[in-house]
């Protein structure tokens, strides 16, 4: 804002002074009017001369500054433009960055999920089968204590013999090994049952700190996921306000550069303002011939209503083009004046030298006789 500020009050003052060299051309032919005798009347207007060569020269001079500071601002609004751009190519190189890892990220949930899944299943089915040898360990625990009870009453039974003549038993001794030996499977069976209890709450519990572990690893990974996907927001909005900087730097350089080309035009303008201006002041120093300037100060004229006339490129970039248009109306309207009085004075002056030469024409031709 500072450097628009300081581009503008530079605009300001060589317009300024424009408008005061003007001023001093109308200054300088209310003067060439005027008919009274006044003996400073040559270093007046010599004086109202400088005073618009001077005046055009420092708007030259301000109009040549104001051009070299766009210059420099479009130089820093290139650099701009530059770091800008190298920005958001380092914010897109991170941004690929981020939605690798991303991708990465997501492919370990995934693979979390299905090892969690896998790990469930087969904490599924060795649960069953816990419940399975659960129920066997009970069926032969109660057949084990069922048979320790019976075998002791059977040997006794089998011991008494009006049983043994009853069941027409010899031998013994098979009868009671046969419930020996059962008892001994039934021992057995709940044994093994109770071993393979064991092995199955083992292998539950290790893959319940599996399942555990995958659920870190995928509060990790989620956790991760979320710090990726906030950085990629952060640098989505960072790119965003990038964007939005470049389009506005872009069109401040589309205004700079139709400034600078008006301002091109301008230097060209105000250069053959001072041009002809210090042309005047050469032809001023004659004060005997004022014909010349005339036509001088009509072109003045000429050259800034046509260049304030102007609507478009091309004109003078005055923000008050009335001020400036009424100054050159004013001095259009002295200068014709101007040039009716040279006009009369030189209409005059024909009229005197042809009377004098006729008067020579006649003396030449009747000859006064002093005798």
Same mark, same amino acid.
């Given at each position: 804002?500072?450097?628009?500020?300081?581009?503008?009050?530079?605009?300001?003052?060589?317009?300024?002074?424009?408008?005061?060299?003007?001023?001093?051309?109308?200054?300088?032919?209310?003067?060439?009017?005027?008919?009274?005798?006044?003996?400073?009347?040559?270093?007046?207007?010599?004086?109202?001369?400088?005073?618009?060569?001077?005046?055009?020269?420092?708007?030259?001079?301000?109009?040549?500054?104001?051009?070299?500071?766009?210059?420099?601002?479009?130089?820093?609004?290139?650099?701009?433009?530059?770091?800008? =751009?190298?920005?958001?190519? !380092? +914010?897109? #190189?991170?941004?690929? $960055?981020? &939605?690798?890892?991303?991708?990465?990220? *997501?492919?370990?949930?995934?693979?979390?999920?299905?090892?969690?899944?896998?790990?469930?299943?087969?904490?599924?089915?060795?649960?069953?089968?816990?419940?399975?040898?659960?129920?066997?360990?009970?069926?032969?625990?109660?057949?084990?204590?069922?048979?320790?009870?019976?075998?002791?009453?059977?040997?006794?039974?089998?011991?008494?013999?009006?049983?043994?003549?009853?069941?027409?038993?010899?031998?013994?001794?098979?009868?009671?090994?046969?419930?020996?030996?059962?008892?001994?499977?039934?021992?057995?069976?709940?044994?093994?049952?109770?071993? =393979?209890?064991?092995?199955? !709450? +083992?292998? #539950?519990?290790?893959? $319940?700190? &599996?399942?555990?572990?995958?659920?870190? *690893?995928?509060?990790?990974?989620?956790?991760?996921?979320?710090?990726?996907?906030?950085?990629?927001?952060?640098?989505?909005?960072?790119?965003?306000?990038?964007?939005?900087?470049?389009?506005?730097?872009?069109?401040?350089?589309?205004?700079?550069?139709?400034?600078?080309?008006?301002?091109?035009?301008?230097?060209?303008?105000?250069?053959?303002?001072?041009?002809?201006?210090?042309?005047?002041?050469?032809?001023?120093?004659?004060?005997?011939?004022?014909?010349?300037?005339?036509?001088?100060?009509?072109?003045?004229?000429?050259?800034?209503?046509? =260049?304030?006339?102007?609507?478009?490129?091309?004109?003078?970039?005055?923000?008050? &083009?009335?001020?400036?248009?009424?100054?050159?109306?004013?001095?259009?309207?002295?200068?014709?004046?101007?040039?009716?009085?040279?006009?009369?004075?030189?209409?005059?002056?024909?009229?005197?030298?042809?009377?004098?030469?006729?008067?020579?024409?006649?003396?030449?031709?009747?000859?006064?006789?002093?005798?």
């Amino acid at each position: 804002m500072m450097a628009f500020s300081a581009l503008a009050s530079q605009e300001d003052n060589y317009k300024q002074q424009v408008i005061m060299g003007m001023a001093s051309l109308v200054s300088l032919s209310k003067c060439l009017v005027h008919n009274g005798t006044d003996p400073d009347k040559h270093e007046k207007i010599k004086g109202h001369c400088r005073d618009a060569l001077g005046t055009m020269k420092a708007a030259e001079k301000a109009l040549e500054a104001h051009r070299s500071a766009l210059s420099d601002r479009i130089g820093e609004g290139h650099v701009k433009t530059k770091e800008l =751009a190298d920005e958001q190519k !380092q +914010k897109e #190189i991170k941004l690929c $960055q981020l &939605k690798i890892q991303m991708k990465n990220c *997501e492919q370990m949930n995934v693979c979390i999920q299905d090892q969690v899944t896998v790990a469930q299943k087969h904490q599924y089915e060795l649960l069953t089968l816990l419940r399975k040898a659960r129920r066997e360990e009970k069926c032969f625990k109660a057949l084990s204590n069922i048979t320790l009870v019976l075998l002791p009453i059977c040997n006794l039974l089998v011991s008494m013999k009006f049983l043994q003549e009853a069941l027409q038993l010899t031998d013994t001794q098979p009868l009671s090994l046969a419930a020996s030996i059962v008892t001994i499977i039934c021992q057995v069976s709940m044994w093994v049952a109770q071993k =393979a209890i064991l092995e199955l !709450q +083992k292998a #539950i519990d290790q893959y $319940q700190v &599996k399942v555990s572990d995958y659920e870190k *690893e995928r509060y990790v990974c989620d956790k991760e996921k979320a710090e990726i996907e906030e950085k990629i927001g952060d640098i989505m909005a960072g790119q965003q306000k990038i964007k939005e900087a470049s389009d506005e730097l872009g069109n401040c350089f589309k205004e700079w550069q139709l400034k600078k080309d008006e301002l091109e035009k301008d230097v060209l303008i105000v250069r053959m303002l001072t041009e002809k201006v210090d042309t005047l002041e050469s032809y001023i120093d004659d004060p005997s011939d004022y014909e010349f300037v005339v036509t001088i100060l009509e072109e003045i004229n000429q050259l800034v209503l046509s =260049a304030v006339g102007k609507g478009g490129p091309g004109g003078l970039g005055f923000s008050d &083009k009335e001020a400036i248009k009424k100054i050159a109306e004013e001095l259009n309207r002295v200068t014709q004046k101007l040039k009716e009085v040279i006009h009369t004075v030189s209409k005059k002056n024909r009229i005197k030298d042809y009377m004098e030469e006729n008067i020579k024409l006649l003396l030449l031709r009747f000859p006064y006789d002093t005798d």
